[in-house]
């Protein structure tokens, strides 16, 4: 059974104990978001605009040992480990507001984009169970549809295919 729940209040990540009280863990001005767990539960990947743009940060469960993984001048958000832990997915946003996928390391090396210079834009990455695919939102403002690729961003396919009136979005794989 899972006992704690992550959260964002205010701009701060929150850890819930089912069975004790909050727990804030970053301790910030700037705004803290996308929190997710690693696959072994003892790290929590999150954005924060410390800097002035949103980067790729990790830490502890108790908040310490954070790390910055990224540092570019543009804006990374939703961050999601591989089911192995060994790798991170994200969504790149430059400075055109153009969105794509891209991929780093879990130790924040080998920054990759696998969709560069998507005409309808990429964002919001989960992974396959496995580890083989990655699955993403795209569109533009009428219409938006999941997408799955391999993780070198080869075979794209298109998941959904949804009305005029309704828009898919952030997909989240179960992993059970």
Same mark, same amino acid.
């Given at each position: 059974m899972?006992?704690k729940?992550i ?7 929150i850890?819930?104990n089912?069975?004790?009280d909050?727990?804030?863990?970053t ?10 767990w690693?696959?072994?539960g003892?790290?929590i990947?999150?954005?924060s605009?410390r ?12 908040g ?25 997915a994200f969504?790149?946003v ?7 996928i891209?991929?780093?390391?879990s130790?924040?090396?080998n ?6 210079? #998507?005409? &309808?834009g990429?964002?919001?990455p989960?992974?396959? $169970?496995?580890?083989s695919k990655? @699955?993403?939102?795209s569109? =533009?403002?009428n219409?938006?549809?999941i997408? #799955?690729? &391999?993780i ?6 298109q $998941?959904t295919?949804?009305?005029? @009136?309704m828009?898919?979005? =952030?997909?989240d794989?179960?992993n059970e």
């Amino acid at each position: 059974m899972k006992k704690k729940l992550i959260f964002i209040s205010l701009f701060i990540l929150i850890v819930f104990n089912l069975f004790a009280d909050l727990q804030q863990f970053t301790i910030d001005p700037a705004d803290d978001l996308d929190p997710y767990w690693s696959p072994d539960g003892s790290r929590i990947l999150f954005t924060s605009n410390r800097n002035g743009n949103y980067e790729i940060c990790s830490c502890r469960l108790d908040g310490s040992n954070e790390i910055q993984l990224t540092s570019t001048p543009i804006g990374e958000l939703t961050p999601v480990y591989s089911p192995d832990g060994l790798k991170i997915a994200f969504t790149r946003v430059d400075d055109e507001f153009r969105h794509d996928i891209c991929l780093i390391d879990s130790n924040g090396q080998n920054y990759v984009c696998i969709t560069a210079d #998507s005409e &309808n834009g990429c964002s919001a990455p989960d992974w396959f $169970v496995d580890g083989s695919k990655i @699955c993403f939102h795209s569109g =533009n403002s009428n219409q938006s549809e999941i997408y #799955s690729m &391999n993780i070198d961003g080869t075979d794209i396919k298109q $998941v959904t295919y949804s009305s005029a @009136c309704m828009k898919a979005s =952030n997909p989240d794989w179960n992993n059970e």
